[in-house]
C-alpha cells in the first residue's frame, strides 16, 4: 500500500475526550471515529487490525472444531419471550418496531437465536457434539460507554454455542473452548488470565473469564505470580483428547487460579505475600457452561442412544474483537505510539522514503517496496511529500513492527537503515541485505 493512496486519518492533536491510552492512539493514530455515542466507524487502518484479530480467533474456533455461520443483528422479540429474557433483560437491549408494529431487537447475544436454528435442524445424538459460532456486531445500550470501543454500545463478538448430549460432553466442549482461547489470545502477543467468574442466578461452576492485565482495566485480579509463565497449547492440541484437554484445565485452574476476590480463592491464604499477583485487568474473553437453561425452554431436544428425548447441554463463549483492539494497544505501546505484535499488526513493515522527489531514493524505495510485495509482506510504503520527521513520527505512531528508512546518503552507497518499532534498535544493511531480512520470515 502507498501512503499517498491510502486513507490515513491522523490527528495531529491529542482528542479531549480520551481518557485513556489506547482510546488517545486508537484516535491520533486514524482507527476509528465515534458516529454518535459509542458507536463506531472502523477507518481502514483499525479496519486492517480488526481483520487480522477477527482471522486469528477464527482460524483457532475452526481447529477447536467449531463451525461458523452468520446469524442477523436483528432479532424477533418472540424468541426472546420464548426463553423469558425480553422481560428480564432490561434497558441495555435496544428494541424497535417493524412497519408492521411487530417487536423486535438488536441482538446483544444469540442465546436464543442459535437454539432455535438448533431446534430446527438437529434430532439425533449423532449430530452432536456440534459448536457453532458467528463474529457479528452486537449493540447493548451501555449506562456508560466509554474508552472508545473498550466499551461501546456497538460492539463486535464471536460468540461459539456448543451443544452437548450431557454434562460430560458439554465440559469437554467448555475445555475445547478454553484451550481454544488461551491459543487465540496468545498468538495476539497477549498473555490473557482465566479467571473463575460468578455463574449467576444460573448457578453452576463453569465460567471463566479471560483478562487481559492492564492499569486501566475494569477488573481486578488475583493469582500466584508464577501463574503467568504457564505454557499455552500448541498448535499439535488435540481437540478430541478429553484428558488432555482436562488436564490442560486443570493446570489453569488449580489453586493458584486467579480470582476476582482474594476471598474468592479457598487456598489463597496459602500463597505467600510475596508470590502473590494483584493486579487490574480488562475482560476479553467470556466462557460459560449453562446447562439446559435455554434448551428447556425452548425445546431443544435430541434423541439419544436410548431412544428418548434429551435436552441439550449448552455452553455460549464470547470474545470481543473491537475490545481486544483497544487491550492489545493498552497492553503494548510507548510514548511515541503503538507498539503492533507482528500477527496483527495493520502492515508489517513500513518504507519510509526521507526525500520523495529524490531520484535516487525513490528508485531504492521502490526496489525495497515491490520486493516486499512480490514476498507477500503486509507493507506501507510512505511516499509522501513531507519532511521526515513527519514521517518519522507517524510510523511510531501507527506502530507497524519493523521500520526501513531510507535516505540520500544511505543510498547513495547502496544502503538502507532498518527500525525495530519495540526497541528502536537500528541497523544498516545493504538494500539486498535489508530486502532478505524483511522477506525470509514469510
Ligand atoms: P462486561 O462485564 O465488560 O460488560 P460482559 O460480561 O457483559 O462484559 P459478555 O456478555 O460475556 O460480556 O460478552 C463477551 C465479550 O464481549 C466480553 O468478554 C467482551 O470482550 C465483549 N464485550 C462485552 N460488552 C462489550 C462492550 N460494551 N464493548 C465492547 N466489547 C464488549
Ligand atoms: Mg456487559
Known amino acids: 500500500m502507498r501512503l499517498s493512496r491510502f486513507f490515513l486519518t491522523i490527528l495531529k ?40 484479530v477477527n482471522a486469528i480467533i477464527r482460524e483457532e474456533q ?25 422481560d428480564a433483560y432490561g434497558k441495555e437491549m435496544l428494541r424497535i418496531k417493524d412497519r408492521q408494529e411487530r417487536p ?50 456497538e460492539f463486535l463478538m464471536k460468540d461459539a454455542y456448543s451443544f452437548d448430549l450431557n454434562r460430560e460432553g458439554a465440559v469437554h466442549a467448555y475445555n475445547r473452548m478454553f484451550a481454544a482461547y488461551l491459543r487465540t489470545f496468545s498468538r495476539m502477543g497477549l498473555r490473557a488470565i482465566p479467571m473463575r467468574a460468578d455463574t449467576g442466578p444460573i448457578g453452576g461452576d463453569l465460567s471463566h473469564e479471560f483478562i487481559i492485565l492492564a492499569d486501566t482495566g475494569e477488573s481486578e485480579v488475583f493469582c500466584h505470580k508464577d ?29 493458584y487460579a486467579a480470582t476476582s476476590e482474594m476471598h474468592d480463592a479457598p487456598a489463597f491464604e496459602a500463597i505467600p505475600e510475596g508470590e502473590r499477583l494483584s493486579a487490574r485487568g480488562i475482560e476479553v474473553g467470556h466462557i460459560f457452561y449453562f446447562g439446559t437453561k435455554y434448551s428447556e425452554a425452548m425445546g431443544a431436544k435430541v434423541q439419544g442412544p436410548d431412544g428418548k428425548e434429551h435436552t441439550v447441554h449448552m ?6 474483537p473491537t475490545r481486544l483492539v483497544p487491550a492489545i494497544i493498552e497492553a503494548s505501546h510507548d510514548e511515541n505510539g503503538i507498539i503492533w505484535p507482528k500477527a496483527v499488526a495493520p502492515f508489517e513493515a513500513i518504507v519510509i522514503n526521507m ?23 503486509d507493507v506501507l510504503y510512505d511516499d509522501k511529500d513531507e519532511r521526515a520527521g ?42 539486498e541485505a535489508a530486502i532478505n531480512r524483511l522477506t525470509s520470515g514469510n
Request: charged share 25%.
Open 13 to 52: 492533536e491529542n482528542p479531549k475526550e480520551a481518557e485513556i491510552v489506547s482510546h488517545r492512539l486508537m484516535l491520533r493514530a486514524g482507527m476509528v471515529k465515534q458516529q454518535s455515542q459509542g458507536i463506531y466507524t472502523w477507518l481502514p487502518l483499525g479496519k486492517r487490525v480488526l481483520d487480522k
Open 62 to 86: 475452526n481447529r477447536s472444531g467449531a463451525v461458523e455461520l452468520l446469524m442477523p443483528t436483528l432479532q424477533s422479540a418472540e424468541l426472546w419471550q420464548e426463553s423469558g429474557r425480553y
Open 104 to 153: 423486535m431487537l438488536y441482538g446483544p447475544t444469540n442465546e436464543e437465536m442459535i437454539t432455535d436454528v438448533f431446534r430446527s435442524f438437529v434430532k439425533s445424538y449423532k449430530d452432536l457434539p456440534l459448536n457453532l459460532y458467528h463474529i457479528q456486531l452486537k449493540f447493548r445500550d451501555e449506562i456508560r460507554p466509554r474508552f472508545g470501543t473498550m466499551r461501546s454500545r
Open 227 to 255: 501463574f503467568l509463565n504457564f505454557d499455552i497449547p500448541g498448535v499439535d492440541t488435540n481437540f478430541d483428547d478429553v484428558a488432555g484437554l482436562r488436564a490442560i484445565f486443570d493446570k489453569w485452574t488449580s489453586r
Open 315 to 320: 455452553g455460549s463463549y464470547g470474545i470481543g
Open 355 to 377: 526525500k520523495s522527489g529524490d531520484e535516487a531514493c525513490d528508485a531504492a524505495c521502490e526496489k525495497i517496496y515491490g520486493a516486499l510485495l512480490n514476498a507477500g509482506v
Open 390 to 431: 513527519a514521517k518519522f513520527a507517524t510510523a511510531d505512531l501507527i506502530g507497524a513492527p519493523v521500520q526501513v528508512i531510507a535516505g540520500p546518503r544511505g543510498v547513495a552507497s547502496g544502503e538502507v537503515e532498518i527500525k525495530d518499532r519495540k526497541t528502536g534498535e537500528r541497523e544498516t544493511l545493504t538494500i
